[in-house]
């Protein structure tokens, strides 16, 4: 069994990742209004959407909330962070639906039987190697109706170590000053012992590409307007519009 194939299985580490470190990532706000702007762009009506991942549900409630007429479903392998989608959408009755799907396997589409409008993802697709992604984007293309948009809000690779480097530093420094805000007393050096590099046993089921790369493979698949819309060192928000025919 691979390892991202378990270890969002735990809800350990599940706790850990939304209690300690999804709240810390640099500029996540701006990540989501960027994607919000791009579907209001590009999209004169929402009325059904995929958050692939979900994760939490964090970006299908943005949507949600600026759409009210849309619906929602919300995909993840996980089960704790699906059950903490249901949490938090919970005041959300009739407007979203929920599945476990592992989209890492090719016959994850026919358990999805909409088309949408739009199509997000958030930090979840980097965790298949690079040959699967390319799969999952074309599956993507295939889900979404004509003008329909993919917005991946994800972990890419930088080309240097340097970027590495750095890429740590801000993240480090952004958790410490979220905790912080949230009352946490710790110093910078315990939370980057304590919520990062212990959150890091999920590292080795990251397989990270650069964004140049995976924009590529948008156009090769037949997307448009596809471009990296925002990046910051090993954060982006990429994607396209699948043309009307």
Not at 36 to 61: M, N, P
Not at 136 to 146: A, Q
Not at 155 to 179: K, N, T
């Amino acid at each position: 069994m691979a390892v991202q194939d378990t270890v969002w299985q735990t809800a350990e580490l599940t706790q850990k990742f939304l209690s300690g470190v999804r709240g810390a990532i640099p500029l996540a706000d701006l990540q989501i209004d960027t994607m919000l702007r791009l579907i209001d762009r590009s999209q004169t009506a929402v009325t059904r959407f995929l958050d692939l991942g979900c994760g939490d549900g964090i970006l299908g409630q943005a949507v949600l909330d600026r759409y009210p007429e849309s619906t929602g479903i919300f995909v993840d392998f996980s089960q704790p962070m699906l059950d903490a989608a249901r949490e938090k959408l919970g005041g959300y009755d009739g407007r979203v639906t929920f599945q476990q799907v592992d989209f890492g396997q090719a016959d994850w589409p026919v358990e999805i039987v909409d088309s949408f409008d739009v199509i997000v993802s958030g930090y979840s697709i980097h965790h298949q190697t690079d040959v699967r992604k390319k799969e999952i984007y074309t599956e993507i293309y295939d889900l979404l109706r004509p003008g329909g948009i993919f917005i991946n809000v994800e972990h890419v690779a930088c080309r240097s170590v340097l970027g590495e480097q750095v890429a740590e530093d801000v993240f480090v420094d952004a958790m410490a000053v979220y905790h912080r805000e949230m009352g946490d007393g710790r110093t910078r050096d315990q939370l980057a012992q304590d919520l990062y590099h212990r959150y890091r046993p999920d590292g080795v089921a990251n397989i990270l590409a650069p964004v140049e790369t995976q924009c590529d493979w948008l156009r090769e698949i037949g997307f448009t307007q596809v471009d990296c819309y925002l990046q910051y060192l090993e954060t982006a928000v990429f994607g396209g519009v699948k043309p009307e025919k």
